[in-house]
């Protein structure tokens, strides 16, 4: 991956404004920028979430706190705690998010 196009920035994720995303239980709040293909988020799962699709996306997720289970398709199961991450490749392995304490994740898709 190359990165082009994005200037130095600083950014308080306070300040982002945040989106609600519900899942089966719970909700996601995605702070997002974007640059160009290239999207970072903050994310916030409150306790008890668990999303409602399995996700296709390739992404580089940072566990910043609480605790994150993500189902895998073919049932493992992988627990992030703070200063865990996953790397992922599109369509290379379904997932499902599940936060049984609530979660914060820093993502890159």
């Known amino acids: 991956m190359k990165l082009t196009g994005i200037p130095f920035q600083v950014t308080d994720w306070a300040e982002v404004p945040g989106e609600a995303h519900p899942g089966d239980v719970g909700v996601a709040t995605w702070r997002v920028k ?7 988020r903050m ?3 409150s306790p008890g979430y668990v999303a409602d699709h399995w996700c296709e996306k390739g992404h ?5 706190a609480g605790e994150l289970h993500t189902r895998l398709k073919d ?3 992988v627990v992030l705690r703070p200063g865990m991450s996953y790397e992922v ?3 290379d392995a379904a997932h499902r998010s599940e936060a ?3 979660a914060t994740l820093f ?3």
Do not use: K, N, T, W
């Open 60 to 64: 580089i997720l940072l566990c910043v």
């Open 89 to 91: 490749a599109d369509g």
């Open 34 to 40: 974007q640059h160009g293909e290239l999207r970072v």
């Open 107 to 109: 993502i890159v898709d």
């Open 100 to 102: 049984p304490a609530g």
């Open 43 to 45: 994310v916030e799962y």
């Open 75 to 77: 049932g493992r199961v």
